[in-house]
Nanobody, 111 residues
Framework: VPLQASGGGLVQPRGSLRLSCAAS?????MGWYRQAPGKQRESVAT???????IYADSVKGRFTISRDNAQNTVYLQMNSLKPDDTAVYYC?????????WGQGTLVTVSS
């Protein structure tokens, strides 16, 4: 199941960005991971079909994950961005008991 991620870019500290990830089929759970240079991959946020959400402690209160089931799309609204949020962000989705990944989108938080 192809997943198409978009929305990354360069933003100043305390700025905002919104990432999108569109799937070609109806996905059960969807979410975002990120990987910064020299760091382990980190799960950022997850959302289920019913809208239940899970966030990493490092982004709680700043990031919001949401989904449009009609469009098979998940969004990650990122506010109050910090330099530590700089990473490649990957979306993922579960379909038919398999996990699929989108291509990464780079988010750079820098002044």
């Amino acid at each position: 199941v192809p997943l198409q991620a978009s929305g990354g870019g360069l933003v100043q500290p305390r700025g905002s960005l919104r990432l999108s990830c569109a799937a070609s089929k109806s996905i059960v759970s969807m979410g975002w991971y990120r990987q910064a240079p020299g760091k382990q991959r980190e799960s950022v946020a997850t959302i289920t079909t019913t809208g239940s959400t899970i966030y990493a402690d490092s982004v709680k209160g700043r990031f919001t994950i949401s989904r449009d089931n009609a469009q098979n799309t998940v969004y990650l609204q990122m506010n109050s961005l910090k330099p530590d949020d700089t990473a490649v962000y990957y979306c993922w989705g579960i379909y038919n008991f398999r996990t699929y990944w989108g291509q990464g989108t780079l988010v750079t938080v820098s002044s």
